[in-house]
């Protein structure tokens, strides 16, 4: 069964510190997101990508926020400097064509910063 | 900005109980998704339902959508200690941006 795969599982990383994530989406996917889901909370969208184009980042801190898509298939967020406040778990999700139909996610990437 | 707020946030019951989750929302909808999170884990997809339906059968769970109200309910029936996990609704405003807002959820415990 296709996965959304996403790397690393879990990340320690002191404050100022940069961080990467990478996620590859289920063949075939054209729209992907990344989510941010605080421990106890429900998850908030950082940036939805339609092929390699940003079609919503309205909620991403682009001041230390940073997401591509280059070739439309697996995609990378970066942090940096990171801040204790972005201890979080990092959701990718992909769905074939926009919203209108389920979205399918990985296991996420847990990160502390310390 | 979180559009649906999901009611109760905690909730634990017997296996073999029902269990009932509500979620409101703010703004008129295309579509409420409901989505499963085992701790420390990704979500899964429940179900969708469509503005104009006004329930939805999946095995034991019963979704129902309530328009008039901006209200919806996940009942899960012959509840079982697997079924333990967060319960998430996620709405898709008809105005604004096309994205999929999701509530804060509630924590459902399935005691044995």
């Known amino acids: 069964e296709a996965e959304v795969a996403q790397s690393p599982r879990y990340k320690i990383t002191e404050k100022s510190q940069a961080v990467a994530f990478w996620c590859d989406p289920i063949s075939g996917h054209a729209t992907l997101y990344w989510y941010r889901q605080i421990l106890g909370q429900g998850p908030e969208l950082l940036v939805q990508f339609q092929d390699e184009s940003v079609v919503d980042d309205s909620q991403l801190p682009k001041d230390r926020f940073s997401a591509e898509r280059l070739k439309g298939v697996d995609s990378t967020l970066k942090i940096q400097p990171a801040e204790l406040g972005d201890s979080a778990m990092y959701l990718c999700a992909s769905s074939l064509s926009g919203i209108t139909g389920e979205l399918f996610f990985g296991e996420g990437s847990r990160l502390t910063v310390l | 900005s979180q559009q649906g707020e999901e009611d109760p946030q905690a909730l634990s019951i017997q296996e073999g109980e029902n269990a009932t989750m509500n979620c409101s929302y703010k703004t008129s909808i295309n579509n409420l998704q409901w989505y499963r999170q085992n701790s420390g884990r990704g979500l899964v997809h429940l179900i969708l339902?469509?503005?104009?339906?006004r329930e939805k059968h999946s095995g034991r769970l019963r979704v129902t959508l309530d328009t008039s109200k901006k209200s919806s309910s996940l009942l899960i029936t012959a509840s079982r200690a697997a079924d333990t996990a967060s319960y998430f609704c996620?709405?898709?405003?008809?105005?604004?941006?096309?994205?999929?807002?999701f509530g804060q959820g509630t924590r459902l415990t399935i005691n044995p």
């Open positions: 339902i469509r503005s104009n339906e």
């Open positions: 996620a709405t898709d405003a008809i105005q604004g941006a096309q994205k999929l807002v």
